[in-house]
Structures are given as C-alpha cells and as structure tokens.
C-alpha cells in the first residue's frame, strides 16, 4: 500500500513539474523579453511579404536612427524606469508620443510615422516600452500595464513643456493597442486625438489568433496561456482590452489597417471602429501587410495622418 501511494505522489509531483515547465515556456515565448532582445531593434520580419520592402524599410529606420534626439527618462506608476527620444523639431508644435509593437523597436516600427512628424514640424516622444529597448523590465502585458505607462509619458510631456501642450498619441500593432486602451484612462484633456495602426482588439483576441494560425484551436490552449500570464508576467490579459476602453473614451481616433495583414486581422480595427464611442475614422489599405501600410502607399498614408492630426489640434 506504500509502495502504491509513493509512486501515485511521484507520478503527481511529476505531472505537475511537466506542467510548470510547459507554463514557463509559454510565458517565455509569448511575454518574457531578454536582456539582448530587448536591444534587437533594427532586426526586420524575417518573410516573403516584407523581402520587396526590406530596402525601403532599412532606409526609414536609418533615416530615423540618424537624426539628432535627446534621451529622456521617466518612471511607471509601478517603478519601472522608462526610456524615449525626444526630438524638437518646431518650438511650440504638437508632441506625437510614439508606441511600438510587440518584441519590436521603436525606431524600427515607427520609423514611417517618425519621417511623417518630423517632415511637417511635429515635436516626437519616440517611446521604449517595457521590457524593450532602454527601459526597465522584462514582461510583456499585450498592454495591460503599457496602458498606464501611456499616461506616465503624457503627464512627463505636460510636466516639461506646459499645460498648453497639445499631444497626439501614435502607435503600431501591440503599441496602436497600447494608445487605445489607455482611451478611456483620465487623460487630461491635452490628449486631442489617438492614431493606431495594425492595432488588435485585445490581449486575448491577439493571442487566441496566433494560437489558431498555429493549429493550436484557442479553446484548448488560452487556459493554458492565461496561467502563464496570471503567474509568471503578473497580469490577466482578459482585464483589458482596446474595444472595450474605446466605447468609454471622447479622443478621436484615425485607425489605419492593411488587407494582406496575416497577424492581425484587418477586421480587428473594424471591430474596434464599430465601438468607439467618439469620432472614429478608418483607413484601410489593400494589399498591405502587417504595419506597413505607410511603405504601400506613402502619399496617401501621410493625407490620412496629416489631416487627423490637423482637424483635432
């Protein structure tokens, strides 16, 4: 009888040592960033969709990484210190706060965005994200806490340039996410409009996707995922989400999405647009791929930016 109830505890203990290692891995791929990771971030999508605009999009990157910026530093409301770029480019212009996407960089995936600003006289607070780049931490939330980190770089920008500073919240795919969800957050009213491009619906929407595209049907592996998150990021991504804080929010939005995009859905700024209470326009661009519709159609992504950003300011 011992004997049998030793090897039922060691068959146990086992299984639930199999099962934690597989939540670990699952944490690591889908919200842990390393330290050299977090520094890759010139690295372009390694795809047969990018390879006709992998020279386009070095040039934008290097275009963006040579001009002059000042770095700038801020804390998280849960004592992260946050990195950015600061570029003055036109005393007394708008600020376009910038958000990248997921395990990007922020030159890399607002390098399109960064040459639109700058070319037309807006000042940019290009962000490092957390767990990115040059600021703090190694956890990835799909912008549960990003959200919050939306507010700290607003209420930096007011802090150092003025209450009369008019800002403008930008960001592609997870960081178009991350602006939208901090929607309905209690931004002071110097927040005048919020551009997300490649954005998802939400934390769950995203990974579910992904899980699917994987052959992975979500029912089976979003428990598992969601364990990993609760445990080991520290965070429940079913508590927030980009259509839920859009239906709650006065800020304008411009939402821009290409057709061929294979890892968000076009139809996820659909969804979003459909429950955005305040004014919302979306733009979407055939045949583009994932955040890349600047490069698809540069004239007509740049009116659709411009115009926004000229009717809410």
């Known amino acids: ?42 690295h372009l999508p390694k795809s047969s969709q990018y390879d006709r605009l992998r020279g386009e999009m070095t040039g934008l990157v290097e275009n963006a990484a040579d001009v002059k910026c000042e770095e700038v530093y801020t804390e998280s409301y849960d004592g ?18 910038m958000f990248h996407g997921w395990k990007g960089g ?25 767990a990115h780049g040059n600021s703090d931490g190694h956890r990835i939330t799909f912008g549960v806490k990003e959200r919050f980190d939306v507010k700290s770089w607003v209420a930096y920008a007011l802090n150092r340039f003025g209450d009369d500073l008019e800002i403008i919240l930008s960001g592609v795919s997870m960081g178009g996410a991350v602006v939208l969800m901090a ?44 364990f990993a998150a609760k445990v080991f990021a520290r965070f429940d991504p079913e508590s927030a989400s980009a259509v839920e804080s859009v239906r709650h929010t006065e800020i ?16 996820m700024s659909v969804q979003i647009r459909d429950s955005c209470a305040s004014p919302c326009r979306l733009e979407i661009f055939e045949g583009a791929m994932h955040g890349v519709s600047y490069c698809i159609d540069r004239d007509r992504y740049t009116k659709a930016v411009l115009d926004f950003v000229r009717h809410v300011t």
């Open 1 to 42: 009888m011992k004997t049998a109830v030793t090897v039922l505890i060691c068959v146990l203990v086992s299984i639930f040592i199999v099962f934690l290692l597989l939540e670990n891995a699952i944490y690591r791929a889908a919200f842990y960033q390393s330290t050299a990771a977090k520094h890759a971030r010139y």
């Open 80 to 97: 992260l210190k946050l990195y950015a770029r600061y570029y003055h480019i036109r005393d007394g212009a708008p600020l376009i706060i």
């Open 106 to 130: 922020s030159l890399r995936d607002m390098a399109g965005a960064h040459e639109i600003a700058r070319h037309n006289g807006y000042n940019i607070l290009l962000v490092d994200e957390r």
């Open 183 to 226: 929607s309905d957050l209690d931004l002071p009213e110097n927040v005048k409009g919020i551009i997300a491009d490649s954005a998802f619906a939400s934390p769950k929407s995203i990974i579910c996707r992904v899980s699917e595209d994987r052959g992975i049907a979500s029912r089976v592996s979003w428990p598992f995922i969601r």
């Open 252 to 267: 304008p939005v411009l939402l821009i999405h290409g057709t061929a995009d294979r890892f968000v859905p076009c139809e």
